[in-house]
């Protein structure tokens, strides 16, 4: 004969065991990794959140201190022009890029996207502001190699499908780089 005890809890016991085998059980094993932030330069290589390089590179063409033709009463901006070098057209990667004072400190940053950029010559040429705040400091203007497309939901946002490898941080003002 079987405790009654232990009848009351077959239900609960049995109706975990059908969520497990259903998938929908409160553990997943969802984790998620963030790529460490590859060196800036004023060339890179475009690299994957697996560390891979598919192929893309990116440049900062040129850079120089001007008033914004749209906001000339604010004074000088970094204007800056950036290429894509074998960008896929229409799933490229998009970078971060940021004025930078002597010692490779973050004034500033933004994300440049392959896609929005015109097409002159078969590459991905493109040109941008950045409104830093002391515009002086600014001794040049790099791009991160990490390709900031990649958008994979993290774990908090959906524990069953989301999780791996994402992206790092888009720098902040005062990073080192």
Known sequence: MIPVRLLAGAPLALALAMLAVSGCSATWGCSDTT?????????VRVED?????PGASAEIVDWRLEPHPQLPNEGDQVHYRYRFHDADEFNG????????????????????????????????????WLAVEHPAQVAGVLLIPNDQSYSRRTCSQDPKDGGGPHPPQQPAPGDQL
């Open 93 to 128: 990667p998009a970078l971060d890029v940021c004025a930078v004072d002597r010692k490779r400190v973050a004034l500033l940053c933004e994300t440049v996207y392959s896609a929005e950029a015109s097409k002159p010559n078969g590459d991905d040429t493109g040109d941008s």
């Open 49 to 53: 959140v697996d560390g891979r390089y």
């Open 35 to 43: 790529t460490k932030r590859g060196k800036a330069a004023v060339k």
